[in-house]
Nanobody, 129 residues
Framework: QVQLVESGGGLVQAGGSLTLSCAAS????????MGWFRQAPGKEREFVAC???????YYVDSVKGRFAVSKDNAKKTLSLRMDSLSPDDTAVYYC???????????????????????WGQGTQVTVSS
C-alpha cells in the first residue's frame, strides 16, 4: 500500500499560479496510475487531471491549457502546476492512485474516481476575484 499527502494549497488572486505536490510513502508509484481530483463547496468531487503509468495524460476540459500534471518516480511525488487560476478553481484538491494491479490506462478508466483506491487528505485552494 502507498500513502499520499498533498501540500502547496493556499490563497491566490485570479490569474495567478499555484503548484500542488503529492508526496507518496511506502511503495513505489512507478507501477501506479496517479490522478488529481477536486471538490468545491456544495459540489461533487470531480476529475481534474491524471497521468498513466506510461506517461499518458488527461485533463478535464475546464483546465486544459492551464494545468499541467507530472510525476517523478524517483522522488515519489505527483505535481499539479496551475496557471491562470479563476474563482471557479476554488476547491479542496486530492491526489489519488489506482491499485498496483490496475493495468488499464484508458481515458474512461483514469477519469473515473472509482478507479482509485488510495487518496490523500486534500489541500485547500482558494482563488479570490
Amino acid at each position: 500500500q502507498v500513502q499520499l499527502v498533498e501540500s502547496g494549497g493556499g490563497l491566490v488572486q485570479a490569474g495567478g499560479s499555484l503548484t500542488l505536490s503529492c508526496a507518496a510513502s511506502g511503495r513505489t508509484i512507478s507501477d501506479r496510475n496517479m490522478g488529481w481530483f477536486r471538490q468545491a463547496p456544495g459540489k461533487e468531487r470531480e476529475f481534474v487531471a491524471c497521468i498513466g503509468r506510461d506517461g499518458t495524460k488527461y485533463y478535464v476540459d475546464s483546465v486544459k491549457g492551464r494545468f499541467a500534471v507530472s510525476k517523478d518516480n524517483a522522488k515519489k511525488t505527483l505535481s499539479l502546476r496551475m496557471d491562470s487560476l479563476s474563482p471557479d478553481d476554488t476547491a479542496v484538491y486530492y491526489c489519488a492512485a489506482t491499485p498496483r494491479t490496475a493495468f488499464y490506462m484508458s481515458s474512461t478508466y483514469l477519469m473515473d474516481q472509482t478507479s482509485y483506491n488510495t487518496w490523500g487528505q486534500g489541500t485547500q485552494v482558494t482563488v479570490s476575484s
